[in-house]
């Protein structure tokens, strides 16, 4: 007797539809929520469509964004990174400290900058590969290294990049520009690049397909001849990467740093993340989904004082929108499971 099941339809013709599948349902669902909260803020605060708060939005948006990214890289292998936030300060502080206190060319306050978030990467992936530590515990030491390696370095000074005016200050320019009168939000375009550049490297390359393997079934990666290690450790290397580019972006739109900074910025990249429809299981995940997720963040961060909410609701707020999200993300892995 055949079976009954066997031409089944599942699904329904919402979830069925090629454009559907195409796009995926949870970054449609995702984006329909934005669509929601901008709206929602808008008709409870007239302020909240002003031209400046999109670019509040926006210089919120930009590290947010590369921070995310790069711990994307982390959870597709069914890991993470803690360190991200509080290492993004530390990054950009010790690069802003050369040049504003050491006379040192711009040039070399980004480099820096750039080379500690790739040099912590790869710490974290050593640890991580070649160490055995389980990626939470090996981060969550780093971040604290990250934190103290910063008040050293700086004498536990506030820094401040060179201001937008100034001759050196182009770094500024980099994410906003000013013609005329009026403030581009031109950071908007490389995060749109970089999102676009990781996703043909997820999809469309061996590296970018063995590091969403891995997070699916590791062992069967390996019997499948992947070097695990090698590709962990290179997930954790993007992720230091763009946490140093995270630095620079805010840098260049916030006035100060503190070395005691940072704390707390993690667990908004990785809910965004999260959000945005990548496991923390691993093994499944996109970076659209992902800056669909910053977006989320960006505009409850920035919207929710339009409505009279001050931070401790705001933190309130996000928590659950974060629990909201772990808890999709746990059913999702129960019915892949059955």
Same mark, same amino acid.
């Given at each position: 007797?055949?079976?009954?099941?066997? &031409?089944?339809?599942?699904?329904?013709?919402?979830?069925?539809?090629?454009?559907?599948?195409?796009?995926?349902?949870?970054?449609?669902?995702?984006?329909?929520?934005? @669509?929601?909260?901008?709206?929602?803020?808008?008709? &409870?605060? $007239?302020?909240?469509?002003?031209?400046?708060?999109?670019?509040?939005? #926006?210089?919120?948006?930009?590290?947010?964004?590369?921070?995310?990214?790069?711990?994307?890289?982390?959870?597709?292998?069914?890991? %993470?990174?803690?360190?991200?936030?509080?290492?993004?300060?530390?990054?950009?502080?010790?690069?802003?400290?050369?040049?504003?206190?050491?006379?040192? !060319?711009? @040039?070399? /306050?980004?480099?820096?900058?750039?080379?500690?978030?790739?040099?912590?990467?790869?710490?974290?992936?050593?640890?991580?590969?070649?160490?055995?530590?389980? *990626?939470?515990?090996?981060?969550?030491?780093?971040?604290?290294?990250?934190?103290?390696?910063?008040?050293?370095?700086?004498?536990?000074?506030? %820094?401040?990049? !060179?201001?937008?005016?100034?001759?050196? /200050?182009? +770094?500024?320019? @980099?994410?906003?520009?000013?013609?005329?009168?009026?403030?581009?939000?031109?950071?908007?375009?490389?995060?749109?690049?970089?999102?676009?550049?990781?996703?043909?490297?997820?999809?469309? $390359?061996? *590296?970018?397909?063995?590091?969403?393997?891995?997070?699916?079934?590791?062992?069967?990666?390996?019997?499948?001849? %992947?070097?695990?290690?090698?590709?962990?450790?290179?997930?954790? #290397?993007?992720?230091?990467?763009? +946490?140093?580019?995270?630095?620079?972006?805010?840098?260049?739109?916030?006035?100060?740093?503190?070395?005691?900074?940072?704390?707390?910025?993690?667990?908004?990249?990785?809910?965004?993340?999260?959000?945005?429809?990548?496991?923390?299981?691993?093994?499944?995940?996109?970076?659209?989904?992902?800056?669909?997720?910053?977006?989320?963040?960006?505009?409850?961060?920035?919207?929710? *004082?339009?409505?009279?909410?001050?931070? &401790?609701?705001?933190?309130?707020?996000?928590?659950?929108?974060?629990?909201?999200? %772990?808890?999709?993300?746990?059913?999702? &892995?129960?019915?892949?499971?059955?």
């Amino acid at each position: 007797m055949a079976d009954k099941t066997a &031409n089944k339809k599942t699904g329904n013709a919402f979830t069925n539809n090629p454009l559907v599948k195409l796009i995926g349902v949870q970054k449609i669902v995702v984006l329909l929520v934005l @669509i929601l909260l901008i709206v929602f803020f808008r008709a &409870n605060s $007239t302020a909240f469509g002003k031209y400046s708060t999109l670019l509040s939005i #926006m210089d919120y948006t930009y590290y947010l964004a590369f921070l995310a990214m790069g711990v994307t890289f982390c959870l597709l292998t069914g890991g %993470v990174d803690l360190s991200i936030g509080t290492g993004m300060f530390c990054y950009a502080i010790i690069g802003g400290y050369l040049i504003t206190h050491k006379d040192m !060319p711009v @040039i070399v /306050g980004i480099l820096v900058t750039m080379l500690l978030g790739l040099a912590m990467g790869t710490i974290n992936g050593l640890i991580v590969t070649r160490g055995g530590h389980a *990626p939470f515990l090996a981060t969550l030491c780093t971040m604290m290294i990250a934190r103290g390696l910063g008040a050293i370095a700086t004498n536990s000074t506030s %820094v401040t990049w !060179p201001a937008y005016s100034a001759a050196n /200050g182009w +770094t500024r320019r @980099i994410f906003k520009i000013t013609i005329g009168n009026t403030k581009y939000p031109l950071g908007l375009l490389w995060v749109i690049l970089l999102m676009i550049a990781f996703s043909v490297f997820l999809n469309r $390359t061996r *590296p970018g397909r063995y590091i969403t393997a891995i997070g699916s079934n590791e062992e069967a990666a390996r019997l499948s001849g %992947v070097n695990v290690k090698n590709y962990k450790m290179l997930a954790y #290397m993007i992720c230091g990467l763009c +946490t140093g580019l995270a630095g620079l972006a805010y840098s260049s739109a916030f006035q100060s740093m503190a070395p005691s900074g940072g704390g707390g910025i993690e667990l908004n990249a990785i809910g965004a993340a999260i959000i945005g429809g990548t496991s923390m299981s691993g093994g499944s995940g996109s970076v659209v989904g992902t800056i669909l997720g910053v977006f989320i963040m960006s505009v409850l961060q920035t919207g929710l *004082p339009y409505i009279g909410l001050q931070a &401790n609701y705001q933190q309130i707020i996000i928590g659950l929108v974060l629990i909201v999200a %772990v808890y999709i993300d746990v059913l999702k &892995n129960k019915r892949l499971a059955r």
